[in-house]
């Protein structure tokens, strides 16, 4: 198992995004991840990482949001040399996060194939299906009830 590890690293290290033809100047990738919804553009550039226009330290104020959304990036070896475009909407910070993961991981796949192995590896490919559980009637929240009283 170590030695496919190893293999499949040195085989997304070697590997580069080739430049799009002129129909297409980006490489798309779609994430998901509670109610946020991450369309993120990539191509091959300097490592630029913008999100809704702004960039990726003036949009996430918690450092783990920031290596959450770089991760793919990072076990692909693209760092620094791709240009990342996101918009993102809906959810909170933590969600629009692991949306942009899945956007990324999804556009880097699309870009070269040879990086779906890491990726896959790493668990950036897989769409996270937990969702919020919805409020219940005759029920404070989804599970929680009203304060018992017994007189």
């Known amino acids: 198992m170590a030695e496919n590890e190893v293999q499949?690293?040195?085989q997304a290290g070697s590997a580069t995004i080739p430049a799009p033809d002129q129909k297409k100047h980006y490489f798309w990738?779609?994430?998901r991840r509670k109610t946020a919804v991450a369309r993120v553009r990539l191509r091959a550039g300097s490592g630029k990482f913008e999100i809704n226009k702004r960039s990726l330290?003036?949009?996430?104020s918690e450092d783990k949001d920031r290596q959450d959304?770089?991760?793919p990036l990072k076990a692909t070896e693209t760092?620094?040399?791709v240009d990342v475009f996101v918009n993102v909407a809906g959810g909170g910070y933590s969600g629009q996060a692991?949306?942009?993961v899945l956007g990324v991981a999804r556009a880097l796949k699309t870009a070269n194939a040879e990086y779906e192995d890491a990726l896959r590896n790493g668990g950036y490919l897989t769409r996270d299906s937990r969702m919020v559980e919805?409020?219940?009637p005759g029920r404070a929240g989804a599970r929680r009830s009203f304060q018992f009283s017994k007189r």
Request: glycine share 18%; aromatic share 10%; no cysteine.
């Open 98 to 100: 692991g949306a942009i």
């Open 29 to 31: 990738g779609t994430g």
């Open 8 to 10: 499949t690293a040195e």
């Open 134 to 136: 919805r409020k219940k």
């Open 79 to 81: 760092l620094g040399k």
């Open 69 to 71: 959304a770089v991760a």
């Open 57 to 60: 330290e003036q949009y996430f």
